[in-house]
């Protein structure tokens, strides 16, 4: 008892309260938003282009917004833009359960993507403010898993409701956003903040951006994320429609490897980020790479069970260490007065999310599944080179402080 009162007492009420949060919250999102292609689909007459359009939408404002509700964050201050946008992403669910018409649909996905990108970079920000630096990685760390707990429980959900009552599933997911907006709001008012959302010191939007724009360590560090998420894509895009046409039970393999990935996740991130600490980011970050690249490659030899469960292994360790490890690299370039504003523009990774579907679907159609894992396991690999250019520009920064991040 004493244990874990310890454990629970190294952390800020409130880091506990966005951890909490990002479990119910993931978990509500992914009982909806992966079923609203079938959704729409079934209930409404709309082509698959629409359909399309639709649901990109949510991860294109997402890249767009990151930049824009990191900085205001750091403006502003972190409470005003983070429960503005939880609200906002309430009544959006809310809205999903009346609209009627495709335009209603894709401005309230968009609306989604938007403060959903505003959100995320301002909790992460405000995470990093109230937590000593030496326990931060612990605390990204712990937000991934609990990012994976949401994932692994959402869909099971969401695949009862879709066949049931979808409208549902939204209502539900507008009510969890709802509730972690009120008692955030409880807990921002009772609870004194002892570390600064924001700086004393004015920065506008453009100094914001010529700093992110000639900050060479961030720039090389977000390209090699990019390079990354295009491979690791390819999982829930391109790969299922490999598998269902290769392989006997293809889609139950799938849907196998991706609870083995979110079980991985929840289970060995804490143990391989303890393990990770005693190496640098950049080392951790490369290492990584590597286990996805290898997982890559073991993906286009994928016969049955076996070579499936190898290769989800591999890629899901490389991703226990990237992913953390790049939070972490973050915090550690961002200037106290301008975290939002970092990991606002760390959501520019997301074009990898939305370029890797659509080159590894060119490949896969002019080729052939072990093409397009070839070609993108390269890809992957490329992201070192990134990483440790990155690395270099940061250790020079280190030595030679750029003076203009003291705006």
């Known amino acids: 008892m004493v244990k874990i009162k310890s454990y629970i007492g190294q952390f800020h009420p409130i880091v506990w309260v966005l951890l909490i949060g990002t479990v119910l919250s993931r978990g509500a999102s992914f009982m909806t938003l992966p079923f609203l292609s079938i959704y729409l689909s079934r209930h409404m007459d709309l082509s698959p282009i629409v359909i399309g359009l639709t649901v990109g939408m949510s991860p294109l404002m997402?890249?767009?917004?990151?930049?824009?509700?990191?900085?205001?964050?750091?403006?502003?201050?972190?409470?005003?833009?983070?429960?503005?946008?939880?609200?906002?992403?309430a009544f959006v669910y809310y809205g999903f359960t009346v609209a009627t018409g495709e335009?209603?649909?894709?401005?309230?996905?968009?609306?989604?993507?938007?403060?959903?990108s505003f959100f995320e970079p301002t909790a992460q920000a405000l995470m990093a403010d109230l937590t000593d630096k030496e326990?931060?990685?612990?605390?990204?760390?712990?937000?991934?898993?609990?990012?994976?707990?949401?994932?692994?429980?959402?869909?099971?959900?969401?695949?009862?409701?879709?066949?049931?009552?979808?409208?549902?599933?939204?209502a539900i997911t507008g009510?969890?956003?709802?509730?972690?907006?009120?008692?955030?709001?409880?807990?921002?008012?009772?609870?004194?903040?002892?570390?600064?959302?924001q700086s004393k010191k004015g920065v506008s939007f453009g100094d914001a951006?010529?700093?992110?724009?000639?900050?060479?360590?961030?720039?090389?560090?977000?390209?090699?994320?990019?390079?990354?998420?295009?491979?690791?894509?390819?999982?829930?895009?391109n790969f299922p429609q490999i598998l269902e046409g290769t392989v006997e039970n293809g889609i139950v393999i799938f849907s196998t490897l991706i609870t083995i990935n979110a079980v991985m996740v929840v289970f060995l991130q804490?143990?391989?980020?303890?393990?990770?600490?005693?190496?640098?980011?950049?080392q951790v970050m490369v290492i990584g790479a590597v286990f996805m690249a290898a997982g890559l490659v073991?993906?286009?030899?994928?016969?049955?069970?076996?070579?499936?469960?190898?290769?989800?292994?591999?890629?899901?360790?490389?991703?226990?260490?990237?992913f953390p490890s790049n939070s972490m690299m973050i915090d550690q370039l961002a200037p106290e007065h301008l975290r939002g504003t970092y990991f606002g523009a760390a959501q520019f990774r997301k074009i990898g999310n939305f370029l890797g579907p659509i080159?590894?679907?060119?490949?896969?159609?002019?080729?052939?599944?072990?093409?397009?894992?070839?070609?993108?396991?390269?890809?992957?690999?490329?992201?070192?080179?990134?990483?440790?250019?990155?690395?270099?520009?940061?250790?020079?920064?280190?030595?030679?402080?750029?003076?203009?991040?003291?705006?």
């Open 298 to 322: 073991a993906f286009s030899f994928v016969n049955g069970w076996v070579t499936a469960i190898l290769a989800i292994v591999f890629l899901t360790i490389g991703e226990i260490l990237i």
């Open 62 to 89: 997402a890249t767009v917004g990151g930049f824009i509700g990191g900085h205001l964050s750091d403006r502003f201050g972190r409470k005003p833009v983070m429960l503005i946008s939880l609200f906002t992403v």
């Open 270 to 282: 804490m143990p391989i980020s303890h393990v990770a600490e005693k190496f640098r980011l950049m």
């Open 209 to 237: 951006f010529k700093i992110i724009r000639t900050d060479k360590a961030l720039r090389y560090l977000i390209i090699g994320i990019i390079l990354v998420n295009m491979g690791y894509v390819q999982i829930d895009s």
């Open 103 to 116: 335009g209603w649909f894709i401005l309230l996905n968009a609306l989604n993507g938007l403060c959903n």
């Open 175 to 197: 009510t969890t956003y709802l509730l972690y907006a009120m008692v955030l709001v409880i807990l921002m008012k009772r609870l004194v903040l002892t570390k600064p959302g």
């Open 359 to 407: 080159i590894g679907g060119f490949l896969l159609s002019q080729f052939q599944g072990q093409i397009m894992f070839w070609v993108l396991t390269i890809t992957t690999l490329g992201s070192v080179v990134f990483f440790l250019t990155g690395n270099k520009f940061y250790s020079i920064n280190e030595k030679t402080p750029n003076l203009e991040k003291t705006i």
């Open 135 to 170: 326990k931060r990685m612990k605390v990204y760390s712990l937000r991934y898993t609990a990012m994976n707990i949401g994932a692994s429980a959402g869909p099971l959900v969401g695949a009862y409701l879709a066949n049931t009552s979808a409208k549902l599933s939204f």
